[in-house]
């Protein structure tokens, strides 16, 4: 699995970079707040919503550690699916969030 940590994707956000975020936290935590474009997609719903996702386009998957976004970059992977899993996840994500 192929693996980037917060920083970096705070970097290439800030580059103008076109990337997809995908936020698999249950919908508690994404009222918290998460990152400012992100597609909020609990983990659990992936498997129902693979019919939002281009199988042409790059994700990056967040959760609140990168544990459950781990499982959702292998899930997504075994689709057929170009993920790549932030390491840290909103633990380390030092932007401004939308609510």
């Given at each position: 699995?192929?693996?980037?940590?917060?920083?970096?994707?705070?970097?290439?956000?800030?580059?103008?970079?076109?990337?997809?975020?995908?936020?698999?936290?249950?919908?508690?935590?994404?009222?918290?707040?998460?990152?400012?474009?992100?597609?909020?997609?609990?983990?659990?719903?992936?498997?129902?919503?693979?019919?939002?996702?281009?199988?042409?386009s790059h994700?990056?998957?967040?959760?609140?550690?990168?544990?459950?976004?781990?499982?959702?970059?292998?899930?997504?992977?075994?689709?057929?699916?170009?993920?790549t899993n932030?390491?840290?996840?909103?633990?380390?994500?030092?932007?401004?969030?939308?609510?």
């Amino acid at each position: 699995m192929k693996q980037i940590d917060m920083t970096t994707l705070e970097e290439k956000m800030k580059n103008k970079e076109n990337v997809n975020v995908i936020d698999v936290r249950e919908d508690d935590e994404v009222a918290q707040g998460k990152i400012p474009g992100a597609k909020h997609i609990p983990l659990n719903d992936i498997p129902d919503r693979l019919n939002e996702l281009d199988e042409n386009s790059h994700y990056y998957m967040v959760c609140r550690s990168g544990g459950r976004s781990g499982k959702a970059s292998d899930y997504l992977e075994s689709e057929g699916y170009d993920v790549t899993n932030v390491d840290g996840g909103m633990l380390a994500w030092n932007g401004e969030v939308e609510k």
